[in-house]
């Protein structure tokens, strides 16, 4: 979700955890104007292999985290996205995306009902201007950033064996579900969810008790500590978006093949930024589609690189693209016209001024192995 090029030209924020990262032996970077371990001593290949094995522990605490309090706040709400906000139910979280008015994404987001407000997780290098977005447009409804809260991702197949020790109620969450809870003994409020396509958790709690959280958390046996690098190898296998590269506001959803997310009565009414377009796209199809990119060789192919067919006429570009630990080669994101993205296109990338053969593929590169399969247009 979150864009690494927006560098801050100020001295970067630290988040709670950032005397552990030091501890640990992280590599802090300015990621998004926070300083962040892009990676630990064990190094990006082990902690994304962690991840998929086991456990890993991200510190997430740049996202922003936002509370939405008052009537009609998630009517409100609806008229700035084009998700089902209003049927969200009581302890469920929704993926959803601000629009403009020329159909493109703003910016992407996760939204949660809990009892008495919506409790929303903007992108880090976004969250100035989405605060500003909502302020403009909620009137009536306050709108509160939660700056003195910590965001903390537990995510791989042993997530649930460990957080329960410390949070028993999390194994009865299902994917998408969100709960006001004590983790060890700290309360917080629990999401199974997450950014790696593993099933896991995002735990939101007080910034002054996460340390302590984190540490309980990596004193388990099945946990360790992963940094930026793996988690961007996490997503890019996962098929999963990065604001500011795969997602812009040129890019409608359903170019970038995420119209699962429009909920069915927004396909039918309308109003939010941009429906005319999206909607049109619905009915008749796209100029082009966000598909994955299988490179021949060793060499990746990066973002910015331009697609061309086998006439050699350019057809799209790159927005992602690396090694995937998990398979062992280079892999990549982006965009084609719509006539060539069906998966075992042939086409070529050009690298250091040379074409570098590619294959559409289909997404997710790696198995998506939430705590329950969920699939596109399923209400969550």
């Not at 970077?29 to 990006?44: E, H, K, S, T």
């Not at 008015?101 to 949660?112: E, F, P, R």
């Not at 007080?206 to 690098?229: I, M, N, T, Y």
């Not at 559409?360 to 399923?378: I, M, T």
């Amino acid at each position: 979700m979150t864009d690494p090029a927006a560098v801050s030209q100020t001295a970067p924020l630290e988040t709670p955890l950032a005397g552990l990262h030091r501890a640990l032996g992280g590599k802090l970077v300015d990621f998004a104007g926070y300083l962040l371990p892009v990676q630990y001593p064990a190094g990006i290949m082990a902690e994304h292999k962690q991840c998929r094995q086991s456990a890993a522990l991200f510190d997430v605490s740049h996202m922003g985290q936002v509370e939405l309090r008052g009537e009609g706040a998630d009517a409100a709400l609806e008229r700035l996205v084009p998700g089902e906000i209003q049927k969200l139910s009581a302890g469920r979280q929704r993926y959803t995306y601000f629009t403009n008015q020329a159909g493109g994404i703003l910016d992407d987001l996760m939204v949660a009902r809990l009892p008495d407000r919506l409790f929303l997780v903007l992108n880090a290098a976004c969250k100035a201007d989405d605060l500003a977005h909502l302020r403009a447009n909620l009137p009536g409804i306050e709108v509160r950033e939660l700056k003195e809260r910590a965001l903390i991702a537990l995510q791989g197949p042993k997530a649930v064996e460990a957080l329960a020790r410390h949070a028993p109620d999390v194994a009865d969450l299902r994917f998408m579900s969100v709960a006001e809870l004590e983790v060890a003994g700290v309360p917080a409020v629990v999401s199974r969810s997450g950014y790696t396509g593993e099933d896991g958790f995002e735990i939101s709690l007080p910034a002054d008790r996460a340390e302590a959280v984190a540490r309980k958390l990596l004193a388990e046996p099945e946990v360790a500590p992963a940094g930026l690098g793996a988690r961007d190898s996490l997503r890019l296998e996962a098929g999963l978006c990065l604001y500011g590269h795969d997602l812009r506001p040129d890019i409608t959803p359903v170019e970038a093949d995420l119209a699962w997310a429009i909920g069915k009565r927004r396909r039918e009414e309308g109003g939010f930024p941009g429906a005319e377009t999206i909607l049109k796209q619905l009915a008749e199809g796209a100029p082009r589609r966000r598909v994955g990119l299988r490179p021949e060789g060793r060499a990746p192919v990066r973002e910015g690189a331009e697609l061309s067919d086998a006439e050699g006429r350019p057809v799209g570009f790159v927005t992602s693209g690396g090694f995937g630990p998990s398979l062992g080669a280079p892999i990549a994101m982006g965009y084609v016209t719509e006539a060539l993205a069906t998966p075992g296109t042939r086409l070529s990338a050009t690298v250091r001024g040379k074409p570098l053969p590619v294959v559409v593929s289909a997404l997710p590169f790696v198995p998506q192995r939430y705590a329950k399969k969920w699939e596109p247009g399923e209400s969550v």
